[in-house]
């Protein structure tokens, strides 16, 4: 009698534990399964019935669920849950969602059924291509009250671009100019040193105010941008120039100014915010310091049509890389055009779309950052750069992409540290 007691509370227990956990409504998937001829095992036979189904109950996670890696690298665990039943049991042959919801980097695969062990594991998780959160979500479709499990990640970087605006902008035109930076501050991983400025140290045009000797800390880049009147609609788009560099290398302060004219023609044009990046460029260094760096070969200004090229063997090693042919150990540059244009970007007819090619065309699907844009960096020798963060970009694609030459909206106008312009000219060097 005893043990037919016990037998029947415990079959009472596991109902009541049954009920309570497939309670109706909260989950879509009860299963009935036959008795097996178990369940009698330690009881009287004919007291005890078949044992609860097991069902999915939780899910969990399995991984790390906060990381960090460089912009376009894979995180070093990729997100793992592992799917338990109300006894606590791995279940397998589920079928996990796994979604990318933030960050813009990919995820493979999406969906991914669970092992013997209950868990299912992500092939890979390669983080977006600017310092923005990164987010994955997994989740189970088939039984919704399940909660989701969230992966988080962090882009690793020392660098950081700020912008400072002299004239007013709008809310979706700040946003661009934030999301300019972001991108940069992917590229550059390394940290410059610290230094304090004034205005009035800057100096003729890069935002120079002779009155203003308030000490502004410079960590790592600051850009001073403005919208101003350049020439109209069409031709300058945009100017940009380094100010003050810091003495172990690096461009501590730069100034960019976008025509009133073209700025919301930009922006309907979807090419504002690759117009920015491409003229932070111009104020880290790209094209304004490679003359004075000793990296151009046959300069154009002054000698029309010379076969002008960029000498960085890390840009030229990248060239080869993505297809380029014919510029044996140097990358072409732009030999056409005024001051400005030549001699600072890389040769239009080759680069195309490329970010830094000279004229910006409203028919371009995007303005890639090309592996060599981002390997010329390292040539000026003063960053630290993560080549991960360059786009997709091959030298023959950009001539297929775009075919016949799209009419350009307009070009942009570098201001080297060696000229005169109300924009800049000069270099303060930071100690
Ligand atoms: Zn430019």
Known sequence: MRSHLLSVLGLLGMAACGNEIAAPGLYDRRVTVADDGDADAGGDPGDSGPPPAPIVTALVAASAVAQS???????????????????????????VHFTLEAGGGGIDPSFVTTDAEGKATLTAWSLGKRVAPNQVRARLDATPGIAPVTFDATITTAYTVTVRFLTTVTATQRAAFENAASRWSAVIVGDLED??????????????????STPIMVDDTIIFASVQE???????LAQAA???????????????????????????????????????GHVIGIGSLWSMNGLILSPSLGAPGANTRFTGENAAQAFVDVGGTGFTGTVPVE?????????????????????MSPSIS???????????????????????????????FVIASALMANGPQYPPLGVCRVVTPSEEHPLGGGLVELR
């Open 69 to 95: 890696a460089f912009a376009g690298d894979e995180v070093a665990e990729p997100p793992s849950v592992v799917v338990r039943d109300q006894f606590g049991n791995p279940m397998a042959g589920q079928s």
């Open 195 to 212: 230094f304090q400025v004034s205005r009035s140290q800057l100096p003729n045009g890069c935002a120079r105010d002779a009155s203003d």
């Open 230 to 236: 350049i020439d109209g609609r069409g031709g300058v």
């Open 242 to 280: 380094p100010c003050a560099q810091h003495d172990a290398g690096g461009i501590a302060v730069g100034v960019m100014s976008f025509d009133v004219e073209d700025l919301e023609f930009l922006e309907s044009n979807n090419v504002l915010e690759g117009t920015i990046l491409h003229e932070m």
């Open 335 to 355: 030999n056409s055009g005024t001051a400005g244009s030549a001699d600072s970007h890389w040769r239009e007819s080759i680069f195309r779309n490329e970010l």
């Open 362 to 392: 409203g028919m371009e699907p995007s303005l890639p950052m090309s592996a060599v844009t981002v390997a010329s960096l390292k040539d000026l020798g003063a960053y630290t750069i993560n080549d991960l963060a360059a786009d997709d």
